[in-house]
């Protein structure tokens, strides 16, 4: 009698997870998720919280793209970036307007006023010499600007906007 029960129960446990295996071979594969890699918030004059964007990697790409090349003072030689210039991503974010600060992994926090964002000036950047940044070199997403281009951009409160390991806008209007 034991022996059959042992029989039963094995042909049952083999039956089931043929089953299992079956039914999820036939589920239909679920749509690739790209994960969130910045936060857009929208804040009213009280700092109450009005709207909130979340973009992917593959939104930011869909923007129109930017490219230079420059030296920094961060690193040694010719770099090229590419990415969007900050006035094109607030035109997709239709910020025409307010307070805009951008903050990063580590907390560290800057202002860049509506004023200084102008193609050839700050760029979201999301590739660096033709490849992705990982967090451990200053991505995935780095705010750049063409530094060669103009002697504005070689200041110290210019250096200090380009945050790096960008994760989060905060328009304020
Ligand atoms: N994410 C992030 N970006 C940052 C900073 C920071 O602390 N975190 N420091 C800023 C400041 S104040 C300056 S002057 C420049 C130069 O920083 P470094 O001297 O550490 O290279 O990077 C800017 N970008
Ligand atoms: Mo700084």
Known sequence: MLRFVLLWLMAVTVSFSGITAATVETEPKPAPTQPPVLNVVFLDQNEAQTADRVLTMADIQALPAAEFTTTTIWTEGEQQFRGVWLSDLMTYLEVSDGTIFFSALNEYMIEITLA??????????????????????????????????????????????????????????
């Open 116 to 173: 200084e964002m102008v193609p050839g000036g700050p760029m979201l950047a999301y590739e660096w010499n033709g490849i992705p940044m990982s967090p451990r070199d200053k991505g995935p997403l780095w705010i750049v600007f063409p530094y060669d281009s103009d002697q504005k951009f070689q200041s110290e409160s210019v250096y200090a906007q380009s945050i790096w390991q960008l994760d989060r806008i905060e328009v304020s209007r």
